[in-house]
């Protein structure tokens, strides 16, 4: 009886899981299918080049949800190669632009060298910002600023994003990272088992430090060669 409970159980996590991929790949398909129409109608080449644009912006979505949930998926064997690590940083900037403007949230990004690189798998470390930045934004609902501060510390570069958000009660933050934990309506409590499987790949580690009604910190280390 009990194998039975932990297939069952399994069988739920299985369904949960597909139900957020669904669900989350729908979304910018239905934008993407919307823009298509546009596409169609559009007069003009001015109009035509804008919604091309908006149709890349919703297939980088749908990629970026595609490649979290691989995260998830077997353990996969992960080049990593040394790349600089802010237009990585910039790149996810860029691309939560409109979630930014639509919560009055800035990100300020306090660099000593633009020039440091690190051993990763771009695709992955975009993954992790994206995660932490989009949580940072959900948590501050009457906007705010969100500080990336990058920099090297001996053998390890130190990234901390420091939001001006909710918070997270101390009973809560030890469940952070757990399959599926969320305290929103909407989450698919995902996405910091995701940065934590990552940055677990990539040798280094990172901590979460809260006060309620304060903010949020999250430090990431990893290794650095010079
Ligand atoms: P989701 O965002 O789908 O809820 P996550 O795995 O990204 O799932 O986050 C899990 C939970 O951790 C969130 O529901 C929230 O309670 C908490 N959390 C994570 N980051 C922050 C943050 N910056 N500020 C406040 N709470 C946070
Ligand atoms: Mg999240």
Known sequence: AEELLLRS??????????????????NPLTTL??????LMEAETDYKKQ???????????????IVGEFMVLAKPQAIELKMKPLIPIIERV???????????????????????????????QM???FLN?????????????????????????????VRDEGTGI???????IGDPFFSTKETGNGLGMMVCFTIIKNHHGSMVIDSKVNEGTMIRITLPYTS
């Open 33 to 38: 299918k919307g823009f298509t129409a546009f």
């Open 132 to 160: 932490i930045l989009k949580n940072a934004i959900e948590a501050m609902p009457d906007g705010g600023n969100i500080h990336i501060e990058v920099e090297v510390k001996g053998d390890s570069v130190e990234i901390i």
């Open 93 to 123: 900037r860029t691309f939560l632009k409109s979630e930014m403007n639509l919560h009055n949230v800035s990100i300020l990004l306090d660099v000593h060298d633009e020039t440091i690189e690190v051993e990763c798998e771009e695709n």
């Open 9 to 26: 159980e399994k069988l739920s996590a299985i369904g949960e899981l597909a139900a957020g991929v669904a669900h989350e790949i729908r």
């Open 50 to 64: 804008l919604y091309l644009k908006l149709l890349l912006e919703e297939i980088e979505r749908i990629n970026f």
């Open 126 to 128: 975009k993954q992790v």
């Open 169 to 175: 009660p101390n009973e809560i933050i030890k469940k």
